[in-house]
Structure formats: structure tokens, C-alpha cells
């Protein structure tokens, strides 16, 4: 792998730390994502993937051990947290905690206006990152925020996030609560400006079909560590460590592996549909 782009090295934090609820969330993490990549990090819950990702734009500094986004040390008392969250944006399971504005335009806009940007600047970034989420800027610039359905406010959280240009962007649970067809086109739009817009792209996901389709590499969590990375097909392949840390599957994947136990010659690291489709294919050929 080339210089990181983002590079943990054995990061460690302590909620509550001295009290006797003290909580040992991240132990000796260590990871790196290379610029352009599609990096999933997966786990059972409180496994400390949301306590990782919030270390990337400072919103945790280290406590001890270093993360390094793009040069800067987010441990350093001199970074400027401003600048290092224009280079991460993050985007939240619940899209609620990031609208601030009335209206949908002016949310959208929040980000570039307290970056000092000229009225025109802002004016062009607001309406690029609409339209790379799938908002008409037109029919959606005067929408009040309150009145958007879930997926909405997820679209203009991403947008508001989007309109600072980032470098890195990071994502907790991106389709939560989404209806299947608002889930797919959110999953295009990711899968677009990782490999268009040559965008940097970081998801925390319990969705493995989500997994799947979108990464291109992915780390597991158990227990505040990372115990493992691989690409997906490694990850999906390996029943033992699928069952050793209670991580689901997609669901071509579950079909090959009952496939399998039940003696039939089948590639369980088939995991893409169309993949799993032709196993199936010369199984019934045969």
C-alpha cells in the first residue's frame, strides 16, 4: 500500500477511565485505508467501530496511540480541528444530529458559509453536492428539513457533508431505517463518488449485503481490537471466523454454505448474486 491516507497505529480509549464504570472500548487498534479506497469496518455491536471513526475528524482525540488523516496528527495539541473536518467528512446513523437550518438549501450550505467562502462559491458547491446525492436543488433548495422523510435528511446530511469537499468520507450505518428502494439508490450514490469522484470512502455497517457490494477491503472488530482484514471474499469465505465473532453473511453467501455442509462441490467465497447465480448454475447442469 502506497503512503495511507488515514493510519491508526495502536489506538487505545478508555471511557469513564479511573471510575468503576471505566470501559475499555478501543484496544491497540491499528489500521490504514489508502486515498481512493472503499473500506468497511464491520463487528459485533460494541465491538468499538463508532468509537474508531470518530477519532478520524477529531471528534475523540487519542488518548493513546496515533491516527493520522492526510499528514496531519489528530493527536497533536496544534492541529486544526477545522481544517482536518473539511478533510473527514462524518456522516451519522441518525441524520437528525447534523441538520441545523430551516430550510434544506441553507443546511447544505451551513458548512461551506462558516468556511468564509465567497456567495457564489457556496452557491456551486451546495447545488454539485445535491446533485450528487440525488436532490433536485431547484425542488428541494426551500424544503423545510423538518418535513423530509428518513431518507431525505439522510441524502442532505450527506450533501452538507459533501459541500466541504472532503478528502475522506465516513459513514456510521449509512442506510439505517431506509426502505429498500431508498437503500439501493443511496448504496449507487456511495458506490459513485467512491469510484467517479475518486472520494475516499469509510462505512461502519451491520448490513453485509451492503459489505459486499460496496468495499474493497474490510476490517473486524471484536472487543475494542481489530482481529482481521481481508478483502470481502476473504472475509466471506472464512466460515470459522464468520461464526467465531457472531458476524452475519450476505444471504448468497449463507445459501452456498448450507450448500456446502450438505456435501455438494460449491465455492463458498462466491459471495456476488451473479456469482452465487452460476455456482447454482452448474450444480443444476450437473
Not at 472503499?38 to 463487528?43: H, K, P, S
Not at 477529531?58 to 488523516?69: F, N
Not at 441524520?95 to 462559491?121: H, I, N, S, T
Not at 457490494?213 to 469465505?237: H, W
Amino acid at each position: 500500500m502506497m503512503q495511507p491516507i488515514v493510519n491508526v497505529e495502536n489506538l487505545s480509549h478508555i471511557y469513564m477511565q479511573g471510575t468503576p464504570l471505566e470501559h475499555r472500548a478501543l484496544d491497540q487498534v491499528s489500521i490504514q485505508v489508502a486515498e481512493g479506497e472503499c473500506l468497511a469496518i464491520i463487528g459485533h455491536t460494541g465491538s468499538g467501530k463508532s468509537t474508531l471513526i470518530q477519532h478520524f475528524n477529531g471528534l475523540i482525540r487519542p488518548q493513546s496511540g496515533t491516527v493520522i488523516i492526510n499528514g496531519m496528527d489528530v493527536s497533536s495539541p496544534k492541529i486544526d480541528i477545522r481544517t482536518l473536518r473539511r478533510q473527514v467528512g462524518l456522516v451519522f446513523q441518525n441524520p437528525e444530529d447534523q441538520l441545523f437550518e430551516k430550510l434544506v438549501g441553507d443546511d447544505v450550505a451551513y458548512g461551506p458559509f462558516r468556511m468564509g467562502l465567497p456567495l457564489e462559491e457556496v452557491r456551486r458547491r451546495v447545488q454539485w453536492a445535491m446533485d450528487l446525492v440525488g436532490l433536485s436543488f431547484q425542488e428541494m433548495k426551500d424544503r423545510p428539513t423538518f418535513a423530509l422523510s428518513g431518507g431525505q435528511k439522510r441524502k442532505v446530511a450527506l450533501a452538507g457533508v459533501l459541500s466541504l469537499q472532503p478528502k475522506v468520507l465516513v459513514l456510521d450505518e449509512p442506510t439505517a431505517g431506509l426502505d429498500p428502494r431508498s437503500r439501493l439508490e443511496l448504496l449507487d450514490r456511495i458506490r459513485r463518488l467512491n469510484r467517479e469522484e475518486k472520494l475516499t470512502v469509510i462505512f461502519v455497517s451491520h448490513n453485509m449485503e451492503e459489505v459486499a457490494k460496496l468495499a474493497d477491503r474490510v476490517y473486524v472488530m471484536a472487543n475494542g481490537q481489530s482481529v482481521c482484514e481481508g478483502t470481502p471474499r476473504q472475509i466471506f469465505g472464512n466460515q470459522e471466523l464468520l461464526r467465531q465473532h457472531h458476524i452475519g453473511t450476505p444471504e448468497s453467501v449463507d445459501i452456498l454454505y448450507r450448500l456446502h455442509e450438505q456435501g455438494y462441490s460449491i465455492d463458498p467465497s462466491a459471495f456476488l448474486p451473479e456469482e452465487t447465480a452460476m455456482e447454482i448454475l452448474k450444480l443444476l447442469n450437473r
